[in-house]
């Protein structure tokens, strides 16, 4: 894959959230590793769904690709600049290229704030159209792209239904002309009709504006359908990735295959033939991952090195899809026993 | 009010509530619907009257006093409430009345002062803290305690034996007071307030953490402010009086309530008027903006307007 297709990369991105025991010192005892070791590309102007179980750490990943937490290690590349230690300023910039769509339609519009306030606000942040009326047009423009009646913007949220108000979400997202829009579980929280209209809206829009979309969600099947290219999360890990068509018919990661098992196939000869694995137990704690593999405390298949090495992303199955699995060849990095040892280089 | 302490900073019991994440939420803008609320309540709505009233005799005062609040008139000395002398005279022959509207002006006054001195001071410190978090988060409120833990008459006539009487010193002494209650206060609603997904929706969009505190956070995080302004009004008109009483608040012969019921307390058994109209206003000013602040506490806690107002998430 040539580089310049790439938008955003992240390389053994961590995100690591420290466990204080309480009292006036605050040692630090533990850390919850939201994201632990991804590696992820992003190509300009697709669309990749981000799955996995809730609590694996995807909103955090997204987060911490707009750098709106702050990774523990690794790094993340956007648009061929390396976003971890951005200044000031240029975190700005930043954030005007680069926005994000929330889950939770209500709790992401400020309640004491009109719709004009909110879809202004990037525009005030970044000094855009900056005369009053210039801005009132933009503000309109912004309204109707996203199939809202300009009329309403000097309403406040609570006049508008869910799907409206993720409609605001979105104008809002795109006030900056954003290249890159980090969508988390953006239809989730809305009902079943709306979220098709909502979902085809962000299509459009991605067709009309060029947006490479980041579509995180915890239903595989939902993805499926509206992304080029899906990535598995395990317990802060991106375990696979490829292409939607292949990863949703010939999952290479034992992980990705329970996912999909649990998900109904329309045509009755392929449900047959679908092997089903039923996950064992329940994920570990994001505190306290499993050495070796982290799939591997509920994985059917697991076998002698899935607790002792690693396992990284190695091409298997489709071309471009990566999967982490030992089944596919032992490739990966050994685990280091004992934790007096020097932490050593790779 | 013999003895007189000075009451003990008060917290409102909706300052801890307020600070749950999810009350922001289906909290509403406007002031209009506010007020129409707060007019549907019918205790706040007479106590915000009275309230207004006795604002408006504050600011009108020398229109309205019948005389000079210091003119002396040895020979009307002591005279009981009569048409002449609605509230009868002191032991000077100064008209009681006349001093009580005259004495409004003062406890207000001082009152306004220090509730806005603790409000500013208070509320920043808060906002700071309480958006912040870590170590400006510590290093604030442990000062805040220290304060808070030194007794409140023993703080005031500290911060007065230091800057002298007079009423912008009482003023100011009775702000530091209640600077930690407001700090308190605020930083639990914006602990709640900095959680809010549209907090972070903004910073998304690239707002800076000024435009964040300013436009997002101090509004949302506002009630509880309010509610404890009004409360805390009540304290210190309440404070200001019993300073005034110890001798270290408003000096003679200048007219405040706490003052003159102080004066009036070597005459309770003869002429029981000097203490007791005084007495009377430093009650119904106190009962009203607690009244207030218990009206608007209603009004503001959004799960209470939610009720009202019926519309639900
Ligand atoms: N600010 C934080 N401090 C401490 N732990 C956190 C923080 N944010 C997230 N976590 C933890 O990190 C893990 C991953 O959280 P994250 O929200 O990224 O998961 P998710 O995949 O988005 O889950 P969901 O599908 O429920 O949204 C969780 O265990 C969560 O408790
Ligand atoms: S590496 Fe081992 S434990 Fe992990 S998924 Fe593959 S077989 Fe299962
Ligand atoms: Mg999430």
Same mark, same amino acid.
């Given at each position: 894959?040539?580089?310049?297709?790439?938008?955003?990369?992240?390389?053994?991105?961590?995100?690591?959230?420290?466990?204080?025991?309480?009292?006036?010192?605050?040692?630090?005892?533990?850390?919850?590793?939201?994201?632990?070791?991804?590696?992820?590309?992003?190509?300009?102007?697709?669309?990749?769904?981000?799955?996995?179980?809730?609590?694996?750490?995807?909103?955090?990943?997204?987060?911490?690709?707009?750098?709106?937490?702050?990774?523990?290690?690794?790094?993340?590349?956007?648009?061929?600049?390396?976003?971890?230690?951005?200044?000031?300023?240029?975190?700005?910039?930043?954030?005007?290229?680069?926005?994000?769509?929330?889950?939770?339609?209500?709790?992401?519009?400020?309640?004491?704030?009109?719709?004009?306030?909110?879809?202004?606000?990037?525009?005030?942040?970044?000094?855009?159209?900056?005369?009053?009326?210039?801005?009132?047009?933009?503000?309109?423009?912004?309204?109707?792209?996203?199939?809202?009646?300009?009329?309403?913007?000097?309403?406040?949220?609570?006049?508008?239904?869910?799907?409206?108000?993720?409609?605001?979400?979105?104008?809002?997202?795109?006030?900056?002309?954003?290249?890159?829009?980090?969508?988390?579980?953006?239809?989730?929280?809305?009902?079943?009709?709306?979220?098709?209209?909502?979902?085809?809206?962000?299509?459009?829009?991605?067709?009309?504006?060029?947006?490479?979309?980041?579509?995180?969600?915890?239903?595989?099947?939902?993805?499926?359908?509206?992304?080029?290219?899906?990535?598995?999360?395990?317990?802060?890990?991106?375990?696979?990735?490829?292409?939607?068509?292949?990863?949703?018919?010939?999952?290479?990661?034992?992980?990705?295959?329970?996912?999909?098992?649990?998900?109904?196939?329309?045509?009755?000869?392929?449900?047959?033939?679908?092997?089903?694995?039923?996950?064992?137990?329940?994920?570990?704690?994001?505190?306290?991952?499993?050495?070796?593999?982290?799939?591997?405390?509920?994985?059917?298949?697991?076998?002698?090195?899935?607790?002792?090495?690693?396992?990284?992303?190695?091409?298997?199955?489709?071309?471009?899809?990566?999967?982490?699995?030992?089944?596919?060849?032992?490739?990966?990095?050994?685990?280091?026993?004992?934790?007096?040892?020097?932490?050593?280089?790779? | 009010?013999?003895?007189?302490?000075?009451?003990?900073?008060?917290?409102?019991?909706?300052?801890?509530?307020?600070?749950?994440?999810?009350?922001?939420?289906?909290?509403?803008?406007?002031?209009?619907?506010?007020?129409?609320?707060?007019?549907?309540?019918?205790?706040?709505?007479?106590?915000?009257?009275?309230?207004?009233?006795?604002?408006?005799?504050?600011?009108?005062?020398?229109?309205?006093?019948?005389?000079?609040?210091?003119?002396?008139?040895?020979?009307?000395?002591?005279?009981?409430?009569?048409?002449?002398?609605?509230?009868?005279?002191?032991? !000077?022959?100064?008209?009681?009345?006349?001093?009580?509207?005259?004495?409004?002006?003062?406890?207000?006054?001082?009152?306004?002062?220090?509730?806005?001195?603790?409000?500013?001071?208070?509320?920043?410190?808060?906002?700071?803290?309480?958006?912040?978090?870590?170590?400006?988060?510590?290093?604030?409120?442990?000062?805040?305690?220290?304060?808070?833990?030194?007794?409140?008459?023993?703080?005031?006539?500290?911060?007065?034996?230091?800057?002298?009487?007079?009423?912008?010193?009482?003023?100011?002494?009775?702000?530091?007071?209640?600077?930690?209650?407001?700090?308190?206060?605020?930083?639990?609603?914006?602990?709640?307030?900095?959680?809010?997904?549209?907090?972070?929706?903004?910073?998304?969009?690239?707002?800076?953490?000024?435009?964040?505190?300013?436009?997002?956070?101090?509004?949302?995080?506002?009630?509880?402010?309010?509610?404890?302004?009004?409360?805390?009004?009540?304290?210190?008109?309440?404070?200001?009086?019993?300073?005034?009483?110890?001798?270290?608040?408003?000096?003679?012969?200048?007219?405040?309530?706490?003052?003159?019921?102080?004066?009036?307390?070597?005459?309770?058994?003869?002429?029981?008027?000097?203490?007791?109209?005084?007495?009377?206003?430093?009650? !119904?000013?106190?009962?009203?903006?607690?009244?207030?602040?218990?009206?608007?506490?209603?009004?503001?806690?959004?799960?209470?307007?939610?009720?009202?107002?019926?519309?639900?998430?």
């Amino acid at each position: 894959m040539a580089d310049d297709d790439v938008l955003v990369s992240a390389r053994g991105l961590e995100v690591h959230f420290p466990i204080r025991s309480g009292g006036m010192l605050r040692r630090t005892t533990g850390a919850v590793r939201a994201v632990d070791g991804v590696d992820l590309d992003i190509r300009r102007g697709e669309t990749l769904g981000l799955v996995g179980e809730s609590g694996c750490g995807k909103s955090t990943l997204g987060n911490a690709l707009l750098r709106l937490v702050v990774p523990t290690g690794g790094s993340v590349t956007f648009d061929g600049t390396d976003v971890t230690g951005l200044d000031r300023r240029a975190l700005r910039a930043l954030r005007r290229r680069a926005g994000m769509v929330f889950q939770d339609p209500f709790a992401s519009l400020d309640p004491r704030r009109t719709v004009r306030q909110t879809v202004s606000e990037p525009l005030e942040v970044h000094g855009l159209r900056s005369g009053r009326r210039e801005r009132g047009e933009r503000i309109a423009e912004l309204l109707e792209l996203v199939g809202l009646d300009p009329a309403v913007a000097d309403r406040y949220p609570h006049e508008f239904s869910g799907g409206q108000r993720q409609r605001v979400g979105i104008a809002r997202a795109l006030a900056g002309e954003p290249d890159f829009l980090v969508c988390d579980e953006a239809i989730a929280s809305l009902d079943v009709s709306v979220q098709a209209q909502v979902l085809n809206l962000l299509r459009r829009l991605q067709r009309r504006l060029g947006l490479t979309l980041l579509f995180i969600s915890h239903d595989l099947s939902a993805v499926r359908h509206v992304s080029d290219r899906i990535a598995v999360m395990y317990l802060g890990r991106v375990v696979e990735v490829g292409p939607a068509a292949a990863v949703g018919a010939d999952p290479q990661m034992p992980y990705t295959q329970a996912l999909l098992s649990a998900v109904p196939v329309p045509h009755p000869s392929l449900e047959r033939t679908r092997q089903r694995i039923v996950l064992r137990g329940d994920v570990p704690s994001p505190a306290a991952v499993p050495s070796g593999c982290r799939f591997r405390t509920r994985c059917p298949y697991a076998f002698e090195p899935c607790p002792d090495v690693d396992p990284a992303l190695q091409p298997v199955g489709a071309p471009g899809q990566l999967a982490a699995c030992h089944l596919h060849g032992v490739v990966g990095r050994p685990v280091r026993r004992a934790e007096e040892a020097v932490p050593a280089a790779e | 009010m013999t003895g007189a302490p000075l009451p003990e900073p008060a917290v409102s019991p909706t300052a801890t509530e307020a600070g749950v994440p999810s009350t922001a939420r289906t909290s509403r803008p406007r002031w209009r619907e506010t007020l129409v609320l707060l007019a549907r309540n019918p205790t706040a709505a007479v106590a915000a009257t009275v309230l207004l009233l006795i604002a408006l005799m504050a600011v009108f005062d020398e229109t309205l006093a019948p005389s000079g609040p210091n003119e002396i008139a040895v020979e009307d000395r002591l005279q009981p409430p009569s048409l002449e002398h609605p509230f009868g005279t002191d032991d !000077l022959g100064r008209d009681i009345l006349s001093r009580v509207v005259l004495g409004a002006a003062v406890s207000l006054r001082v009152g306004f002062l220090a509730v806005a001195f603790a409000l500013v001071v208070g509320a920043l410190i808060g906002l700071l803290a309480g958006f912040y978090g870590c170590w400006v988060d510590d290093v604030l409120m442990r000062f805040m305690d220290i304060l808070f833990a030194f007794p409140a008459v023993l703080l005031a006539i500290a911060v007065l034996a230091v800057r002298g009487p007079g009423s912008g010193n009482t003023a100011l002494a009775i702000g530091i007071v209640y600077v930690p209650v407001f700090a308190r206060v605020t930083r639990a609603s914006v602990l709640g307030v900095r959680e809010e997904v549209y907090v972070r929706a903004s910073r998304s969009v690239g707002a800076s953490d000024w435009r964040l505190l300013t436009r997002h956070v101090l509004p949302n995080a506002a009630p509880p402010i309010i509610v404890q302004t009004s409360v805390s009004l009540a304290f210190a008109v309440l404070a200001e009086a019993a300073l005034s009483f110890l001798g270290l608040g408003t000096q003679p012969p200048n007219p405040s309530w706490g003052l003159m019921l102080a004066e009036g307390r070597g005459f309770i058994d003869l002429a029981w008027w000097l203490a007791f109209f005084p007495g009377m206003a430093i009650f !119904l000013t106190v009962l009203c903006f607690n009244l207030l602040g218990d009206g608007l506490r209603d009004v503001l806690d959004p799960r209470q307007r939610t009720l009202m107002a019926g519309s639900g998430r």
